[in-house]
Nanobody, 122 residues
Framework: QVQLVESGGGLVQAGGSLRLSCAASGSIFSILVMGWYRQAPGKQRELVATINNGDNTNYADSVKGRFAISRDNAKKMVYLQMNSLKPEDTAVYYC????????????????WGQGTQVTVSS
């Protein structure tokens, strides 16, 4: 069984910073991609940033230059440093991992965390 557990959300004023963390645990064989998605009230879940096992990153246009994603492969963790936060960044942020589990014969599946709330006040 695989678990993704996020932490680091909270309430911050516009212009402030937050750092989200996500820890993956369980019978993990290999993690191909880790990333962050977000969902604001009444909106669809959207990609924020991803990072693959070659440290190649991808960002939504709305967060480029403000957010930075990183990962620690040894600890099976991914981080999202969020700077210059705006009220429109308010959402539940979800950790995501594309990974294979032990015994899964290198079949990769998507896993999600439970989400952490980020609220940016104006």
């Amino acid at each position: 069984q695989v678990q993704l557990v996020e932490s680091g959300g909270g309430l911050v004023q516009a212009g402030g910073s937050l750092r989200l963390s996500c820890a993956a645990s369980g019978s993990i064989f290999s993690i191909l991609v880790m990333g962050w998605y977000r969902q604001a009230p009444g909106k669809q879940r959207e990609l924020v940033a991803t990072i693959n096992n070659g440290d190649n990153t991808n960002y939504a246009d709305s967060v480029k230059g403000r957010f930075a994603i990183s990962r620690d492969n040894a600890k099976k963790m991914v981080y999202l440093q969020m700077n210059s936060l705006k009220p429109e960044d308010t959402a539940v942020y979800y950790c995501n991992a594309l990974l294979s589990t032990i015994g899964a014969n290198r079949n990769f599946s998507n896993y999600w965390g439970q989400g952490t709330q980020v609220t940016v006040s104006s």
